[in-house]
């Protein structure tokens, strides 16, 4: 890809981006404001009890006591100074508690995006290379399956089944404890812990992707390119990978994109179920701990996964189809 058309991208995307994550910042802080409770009413509630002067102690020792606009107009002043804040209920930078997470949904998620992908666009060329024969009904069944069942219950069957009665991979965690393993043994144990937590998150966007691609592939097999392509001799299987599939393409990584904000949101269910220690799971205890702070910083660093998950779109995209380089 030429050099230019990189920056191009790139400064296209940045200048949307620095409104786009201002706009997100500025809404979600306000959004949290009618959040019942507070971090200093949830820390009376894990002590058991407080005064009202400590309850006001609390409150100023969190800030919580400034009007909303002096609190957005100090929240807004820490990002200009690249800091999130500090958490009221874990007493640690927000920083360092996204990064502790960070790696552990990243790779979470990339798992299960390129299981979605790689079974989702195999099943969607053999649907559309078998249309209307039983492969493509059989598949098209399966496809509508696992679109219907819901996350957070094919996540339990799978540690019922799996971990319950077969005993073959653990129900949860992220690493045998003490094991103490290195070098690919730590690799390999590492895996195993990531199965089925990849696979349960992978299951929806399979159905998905694989649907998406049949319709691509079939419209795309109707072009003339693809019939001059038959005319000259190639065979299915070059017709199907070197023309049809790369044109089917461009709307497949356009979703795929669309849909890395919705795999963040669906981390928090997956992280739960399997004690994943992500920054799904994060989010929820800083929910239920009202950790504004935290819950912000993960907000933040959300929008950014997604922006930056667009731009590899973008520059995708720019690969597979030559037009795009001359938008």
């Known amino acids: ?31 949290l404001q009618w959040v019942p409770g507070d971090a200093a009413q949830a820390a009376a509630a894990e002590a058991g009890s407080a005064t009202a002067e400590m309850m ?10 400034l009007p909303v606009l002096e609190r957005l107009a100090r929240y807004l002043s820490q990002l200009a100074h690249f800091s999130l804040g500090v958490s009221p209920r874990f007493n640690l930078p927000v920083v360092e508690l996204v990064a502790s997470r960070l ?5 979470l998620m990339g798992s299960a995006l390129t299981i979605a992908l790689m079974v989702g666009i195999a099943m969607g060329v053999i649907m559309a290379t078998r ?9 098209s069944v399966l496809a509508l ?15 019922v089944l799996f971990s319950v009665q077969l005993g073959w991979l653990p129900s949860g965690g992220t690493a045998t404890i003490g094991a103490g393993h ?13 199965v089925l937590p990849a696979l349960s998150m992978a299951a929806f966007y399979v159905a998905i992707f694989a649907r998406l691609t049949r319709s691509a592939c079939l419209e795309v097999s109707q072009q003339d390119f693809v019939r001059t392509a038959r005319a000259k001799g190639l065979g299915p299987i070059a017709v199907t990978l070197h023309h049809v599939l790369r044109n089917a393409m461009m709307p497949v990584t356009t979703v795929a ?11 928090v269910v997956i992280e739960s179920v399997f004690s994943w220690p992500g920054l799904g799971r994060l989010a929820f205890e800083s929910v239920m701990a009202r950790d504004h702070v935290v819950l912000l910083g993960i907000l933040l660093l959300s929008s950014l996964l997604v922006i930056a998950a667009n731009l590899l779109v973008d520059l995708l995209q720019a690969l597979l189809d030559p037009r795009v380089r001359f938008r």
Do not use: C
């Not at 230019?4 to 809404?27: D, E, F, N, S, Y």
């Not at 290195?182 to 990531?194: C, H, K, N, P, V």
């Open 145 to 159: 399956v696992l679109y219907s069942t819901p996350g957070f219950w094919l996540a339990l069957m799978a540690i």
């Open 103 to 107: 790696g552990n949904t990243l790779l």
């Open 1 to 31: 890809m030429p050099l230019p058309l990189v920056w191009r991208i790139l400064l296209r995307t940045l200048a949307q981006a620095v409104p786009t994550v201002l706009g997100i910042v500025v809404l979600n802080f306000l959004l």
């Open 257 to 267: 994109g669309l849909h890395v904000g919705a795999m963040l949101g669906g981390a």
């Open 131 to 139: 249309v209307g024969r039983w492969p493509d009904r059989v598949l």
């Open 56 to 65: 006001e102690q609390l409150r100023a020792r969190f800030g919580l006591d």
């Open 182 to 194: 290195t070098g690919w043994a730590a690799i390999a144990d590492r895996a195993r812990y990531l």
